[in-house]
C-alpha cells in the first residue's frame, strides 16, 4: 500500500483550497489497491469527522472576525444599554408621574367632600385601599421584580 509521506499530509490538511485537496485525494485513492480502497476511504471520513468535532462552528466564525466586526458588536451593544437606560428612566417617569396625578385626585376629593365627612372617610378608604393594593402588593413589587 502506498503511503503518504508527512510533507504531502501536511499539504494535503493544510490547502485552502478544496478542489486541489479533492484532485488530490483522487490520485492516491486510484494508487491504491481496490482491497485496501474502502479501508483507507473510511479511515479518511472518520478523520474529517473528528477534526469537524474538534473544531466547533464557533472556532470557524471566529477567524473570520475582523476589528470592523467587533467595532460594529461594540456599538451595537452601546446603543442596547443607552435605550434600555432611556426605557427604565420613562418607566420611573410615569411611575412618578401617577403617583402626583393620584395625589392631585386625592386633594381634590378631600377639598370637593370636605363638609360631607361620611362620604369623605369612605371614599378615602376606598381610594387608600387600591392605592395600597396596587403600589404595596402585587402591583409595583411586581412590575420591579420583573425588571
Known amino acids: 500500500m502506498n503511503r503518504l509521506s508527512k510533507t504531502e499530509k501536511r499539504r494535503l490538511s493544510y ?3 478544496g478542489k ?3 484532485a488530490e485525494l483522487e490520485e492516491v485513492l486510484d494508487s491504491v489497491p481496490p482491497e485496501h480502497r474502502k479501508t483507507l476511504e473510511r479511515m479518511m471520513i472518520s478523520s474529517v469527522q473528528l477534526r469537524s468535532f474538534a473544531s466547533p462552528p464557533e472556532a470557524v466564525v471566529m477567524k473570520k472576525l ?3 466586526h467587533i ?13 434600555s437606560y432611556t426605557e427604565k428612566f420613562h418607566k420611573k417617569l410615569f411611575t412618578f408621574l401617577s403617583m402626583i396625578v393620584a395625589m392631585i385626585f386625592f386633594v381634590v376629593v378631600i377639598i370637593l367632600l370636605r363638609d360631607d365627612t361620611e362620604v369623605m372617610e369612605k371614599v378615602i378608604y376606598a381610594v387608600g385601599g387600591v392605592c395600597a393594593g396596587a403600589f404595596g402588593g402585587y402591583g409595583l413589587a ?3 421584580s420583573d425588571d
Not at 71 to 83: I, R, T, V
Request: aromatic letters at 4%; hydrophobic letters at 20%; zero cysteines.
Open 15 to 17: 490547502s485552502e483550497d
Open 20 to 22: 486541489e485537496i479533492e
Open 66 to 68: 475582523t476589528p470592523e
Open 71 to 83: 467595532s460594529q458588536f461594540l456599538e451595537g451593544a452601546s446603543q442596547e444599554m443607552q435605550k
Open 142 to 144: 411586581k412590575r420591579k
